[in-house]
Each structure stands twice: as C-alpha cells, then as structure tokens.
C-alpha cells in the first residue's frame, strides 16, 4: 500500500511578545478534536504547493501564493497498526497570505506562541518536528506511530534536501 501526499501549511507572523503560528481545532473527520496544522490530500494533477495553497483557502479562506511557500521539509506517517493512514507530508511555511483566517466546515483556526505550542492538544508527533522546521531547520523526519495509532514509537530525523 502506498502513502497517501499530503502536505502542511504553516501560517507565522509576528506576535505581541513572539512569533506565532496558525493552528487548527479539527472539527471532523481524522484527527477530530485535535490542533493541527493546516493541510490535507494532494489531489491528482496537482503539485504539494498547489495542493497547500488549496488546503488554506478551503480550510481557512486565506489566499497564500504557491512562490510565497517556504519549503521546510518531509514528514512520513508511518501506522503499522493501520497501513491504510500512512502519509507522506510535504511541509510548507509562509508569512504572506491575503485574508484573514476564518472557520470553516473542517477547522477552527487560532494563533499560537510557536514557544508555547499545544502539544498536549496535538498529534504526540508535532513536537519533534514542528518547532525545529519553525525555526529554519530543513529536514526528513520519519515517525513511526505506536500500537494505539496515537503515540510514538520512533522519530527518525535527517537533514532535507530540497528537490526542488
């Protein structure tokens, strides 16, 4: 089975005491009830920065231009105890967008202290990575998720190169 490409948007500006990043309460479907970044499937035809460019208009009605992404690196979901999950993530930053974000039908957005990001109200993989790809590091990161499909069993990281 192969990994669905998905890929991940993240919105940063700057905050009245740090810089903050746009994250989301995940109203339906996988993930529900979690902060998440914004993102979802690339569809046929489409490139990863297409597809985020996308993602950030139907999920957050901002308009972000495919040469304002930032590319920031990989990140491979790996199930074992549910293949069928498996992701492969392409993760892109920006800080220009036109609009302001707004709830939609799939997330309610908010902005975070990327100092103080909710980790306990998100997937237990983002602190791995999240913060350092934040922080102009550029890599791969494998995870591989335990048992339960919520915890992590491994975290595999190495420096990115951009294919692109």
């Known amino acids: 089975m192969t990994a669905a490409h ?15 990043v746009l994250l989301g309460t995940k109203k339906t479907g996988f993930g529900r009830g979690k ?3 914004v993102g979802g499937h690339v569809e046929a035809g489409e490139t990863a920065s297409q597809a985020a460019c996308r993602e950030v208009m139907e999920e957050v009605s901002v308009v972000v231009a495919p040469e304002d992404l930032v ?3 990989t990140v491979d979901f790996v199930f074992p105890a549910r293949p069928e999950w498996d992701m492969a993530t392409t993760v892109f930053l920006t800080r220009a967008w036109q609009g302001e974000p707004s709830e939609s039908d799939e997330i309610a957005p908010a902005w975070f202290p990327v100092n103080r990001l909710p980790v306990e109200r998100m997937w237990a993989d983002a602190e791995h990575w999240l913060p350092a790809m934040i922080s ?3 890599i791969a ?9 919520e915890n992590v069993a491994e975290v595999h990281t190495v420096e990115w190169a951009d294919p692109a």
Do not use: K
Request: net charge negative; glycine share 12%; charged share 20%.
């Open 35 to 37: 902060v998440v970044g």
């Open 136 to 138: 102009g590091q550029r």
């Open 71 to 73: 590319p920031a690196g």
């Open 6 to 20: 998905v890929t991940l948007c993240f919105l940063l500006r700057d905050g009245p005491d740090s810089e903050h």
């Open 141 to 149: 990161v494998q995870v591989r998720l335990a048992a339960d499909n």
